[in-house]
């Protein structure tokens, strides 16, 4: 069962408009979140991460939002560029049982076309 | 930067066949992992490890084994390999838990 789930497989964006990517978790033991960005046939970028004790946290163009009641995560990239098409990933970390404390989990990705 | 390097970054075999991925990082980090990702999915964990010698199974069940004897190295390794090992493999490392990872640039394997 998905604990960190991406609903939208794609998202299209024209260029100099805003990107909205989201996620949901269902596991409130999750208190550090992460988007990595990633490109066919490379790793995965850290783009920017928030703790569970903030609800914004903000860098340059990326702007990540976090709904603990909701379990809702959300990445906003304004204005968006083409270079910005690529695989956008969400993942959370926690104390999870099990011994999986600290590893991250990651959602199915959401694929962003920026238009010029 | 991130300084974490994978070789091959492509490998096409045979089945049957015993392969080795390479994944080596030069930050000290004490944490390192292996995943899976096919395409359209998530990245799924298949190893970690908390340091030298600590090697432990991630969410995802899988056939290949690793290694842990020095830090800056986490070698995966498939004994034979089959068609459904076909996959990208992602190496990454953390400074710890509860913390960004930084990831190679990825193995894309093909048994064929």
């Known amino acids: 069962d998905q604990q960190v789930k991406q609903n939208s497989p794609s998202l299209s964006v024209q260029e100099g408009r805003i990107s909205i990517l989201n996620c949901d978790y269902t596991?409130?033991?999750?208190?550090?979140f992460l988007w990595y960005k990633k490109y066919p046939a490379e790793g995965p970028t850290f783009l920017i991460s928030?703790?569970?004790?903030?609800d914004k946290n903000e860098d340059g163009r990326f702007t990540v939002f976090l709904n603990k009641s909701a379990k809702h995560l959300s990445l906003h990239i304004v204005p968006s560029q083409p270079g910005d098409s690529a695989v956008y990933f969400c993942?959370?970390?926690?104390?999870?049982?099990?011994?999986?404390?600290?590893?991250?989990?990651f959602g199915k990705g959401t694929k962003l076309s920026v238009k010029p | 930067e991130a300084d974490i390097y994978q070789t091959p970054r492509y490998l096409v075999i045979g089945t049957g066949k015993k392969i080795t991925l390479e994944c080596s990082q030069t930050?000290?980090?004490?944490?390192m992992y292996w995943y899976q990702q096919d395409p359209g999915m998530e990245l799924h964990l298949i190893h970690y490890?908390?340091?030298?010698?600590?090697?432990e199974k991630g969410d995802l069940s899988s056939e290949s084994t690793v290694s842990r004897i020095r830090t800056e190295h986490f070698p995966l390794t498939l004994e034979s390999a089959r068609p459904s090992h076909t996959s990208q493999y992602l190496c990454?490392?953390?400074?710890?838990?509860?913390?960004?990872?930084?990831f190679g640039q990825g193995t894309r394997l093909t048994v064929v």
């Open positions: 990454a490392s953390s400074p710890g838990s509860n913390t960004e990872a930084f």
């Open positions: 596991n409130s033991m999750f208190d550090y």
């Open positions: 928030i703790s569970s004790i903030k």
């Open positions: 993942a959370a970390a926690g104390l999870l049982s099990g011994g999986s404390q600290g590893n991250l989990i």
């Open positions: 930050m000290g980090h004490d944490k």
């Open positions: 490890s908390y340091g030298v010698n600590s090697t």
